[in-house]
């Protein structure tokens, strides 16, 4: 099973670009990685998600390098609404939907003024 | 309007009943899911279920039971055996094709 390790916590400035980083050392050929934002007392909202190479949605990029070993969520400019948990997530959800969906700790952006 | 309710938001119980916490969706998604959050942490998975009249174990189901007998329904019941069950429960639902995972609002369970 893929695990993923993820930073506890980050630190931003409003305007700032943040990249958080996801390690998943273990992933498997048909795992595809996925990125949510949770705010307190709320579900996680999905944000984006990838295979390789890199994606681009509205709100986020993915950078995922060419051995899949990692992945990089890149937040443009955030703001003070940006601040909550990111949870980083992989696995194949075909064949194994219990694995997927194991959220770990996540990472904790804390965006000041 | 289409999505995920849980009702209710906070929910209050004496210590040795049996409590049901409702999901419905009305997304015409086949797989739900239940997780449990205590303050602090990540979400662990309780059970999910990928059609009706089926379900699964997840990480943490010991203590937990759930029902799956519509595709908009399901809930989910803490039973007495659950030995520390306040906490953040919060419901899923995901179509087939899908990677995306469409959360309710949750429900804060304290048992007294």
């Known amino acids: 099973l893929a695990k993923t390790t993820q930073p506890i916590s980050m630190d931003s400035y409003e305007g700032q670009e943040v990249n958080i980083t996801c390690s998943h050392n273990?992933?498997?050929?048909?795992?595809?990685i996925t990125w949510y934002q949770q705010f307190p007392s709320q579900g996680p909202r999905f944000i984006i998600q990838?295979?390789?190479t890199k994606v681009t949605n509205e709100v986020a990029s993915l950078f995922i390098p060419a051995d899949r070993k990692s992945s990089t969520l890149s937040l443009p400019r955030v703001s003070l609404s940006d601040t909550a948990v990111y949870y980083c997530?992989?696995?194949?959800?075909?064949?194994?939907?219990?694995?997927?969906?194991?959220f770990g700790g996540g990472t904790r952006l804390m965006v000041k003024p | 309007d289409g999505g995920i309710t849980q009702s209710p938001k906070y929910l209050f119980r004496k210590e040795g009943q049996n409590v049901t916490l409702s999901c419905e969706q009305n997304?015409?998604?086949?797989?739900m899911y239940w997780y449990r959050q205590d303050p602090g942490q990540g979400l662990r998975l309780i059970y999910y279920?990928?059609?009706?009249?089926?379900?699964q174990k997840g990480d943490i189901a010991e203590g937990y039971s759930v029902s799956r007998e519509k595709k908009e329904s399901f809930p989910l019941t803490v039973t007495s055996a659950q030995k520390n069950p306040t906490a953040f429960y919060l419901c899923?639902?995901?179509?087939?094709?899908?990677?995306?995972?469409?959360f309710g609002p949750g429900t804060r369970l304290t048992v007294t």
């Open positions: 899923a639902s995901k179509p087939g094709t899908s990677y995306e995972q469409y």
């Open positions: 273990n992933i498997a050929t048909n795992d595809y």
């Open positions: 990838g295979y390789k």
């Open positions: 997530l992989v696995g194949d959800m075909w064949n194994n939907a219990g694995n997927m969906l194991t």
């Open positions: 997304l015409n998604h086949d797989a």
């Open positions: 279920s990928q059609i009706v009249n089926d379900f």
